[in-house]
């Protein structure tokens, strides 16, 4: 069965650096997005994307984040400039779109120092 | 806003006991249903899912109805085994916008 993939699986990285997560989606999906959960917290909604833009974005995702999809595989997640506070495990999610139901990786556990 | 409670946990049980994880949510229209599973150490998995009203999913024992009525979602299984034990997440999803949302996922371990 398709999945989507995440890589790294953990990334560790000093406060204020910038850090990139990589996912790539099932082939035939139409939208992707963007989760975090802290750990022991709730999953939460950052960002979803489709038609290579943002079509809605929580609170969470602000100037410091960005999204792309650089080619017709990969969907990535930039974070400029970490913060302690950005540590949570990053899940990437695909689907085909209306109700469908969304795709999860195994996610990338980022840990800021 | 749109919402979904589930009791928190942790729930532990004994092998081949049975469990209910109650699921409710707040929302307008008609979103569709869901249940995610997180074993130790992995990414979220669907478990189950329901679109509309009376609808029943099902997958590996777990079944859960999609109640309008009471806005429930209740997840249940006749005999749960020690490889069940993970955090179970409702969750809802609405055409209206792209984002699934998340309960706060329950805990729960089964012992031999």
């Known amino acids: 069965e398709p999945e989507v993939t995440q890589t790294p699986s953990h990334q560790v990285t000093q406060m204020g650096q910038e850090v990139i997560l990589r996912c790539v989606p099932i082939?035939?999906?139409?939208?992707f997005y963007w989760y975090r959960q802290i750990l022991g917290q709730k999953v939460e909604f950052l960002v979803s994307?489709?038609?290579?833009?943002?079509?809605?974005k929580s609170e969470i995702f602000d100037d410091q984040f960005s999204v792309e999809r650089p080619d017709g595989s990969n969907f990535t997640l930039k974070i400029r400039s970490t913060k302690l506070e950005d540590s949570a495990m990053y899940f990437c999610?695909?689907?085909?779109?209306?109700?469908?139901?969304?795709?999860f990786g195994d996610g990338t556990r980022l840990s800021i120092l | 806003g749109d919402s979904v409670t589930q009791m928190e946990g942790p729930v532990t049980l004994s092998e081949e006991a049975f469990l209910t994880i109650n699921c409710t949510y707040t929302?307008?229209?008609?979103?569709?249903l869901f249940w995610y599973v997180q074993y130790p150490g992995e990414g979220l998995q669907l478990l189950l899912k329901?679109?509309?009203?009376?609808d029943k999913g099902s997958n590996k024992g777990f079944e859960a109805t999609y109640r309008k009525e009471t806005t429930s979602f209740h997840l249940e299984k006749g005999s749960v085994q020690v490889s069940d034990s993970a955090v179970y997440f409702c969750?809802?999803?609405?055409?209206?916008?792209?984002?699934?949302?998340f309960g706060p996922g329950t805990s729960l371990s089964v012992i031999p």
């Open positions: 999610a695909s689907n085909l779109g209306g109700n469908q139901p969304q795709h």
């Open positions: 082939s035939n999906h139409l939208y």
């Open positions: 994307f489709y038609n290579n833009e943002i079509s809605e």
């Open positions: 929302a307008t229209g008609y979103p569709s």
């Open positions: 329901a679109t509309k009203a009376d």
């Open positions: 969750a809802l999803l609405k055409t209206s916008y792209d984002k699934v949302i």
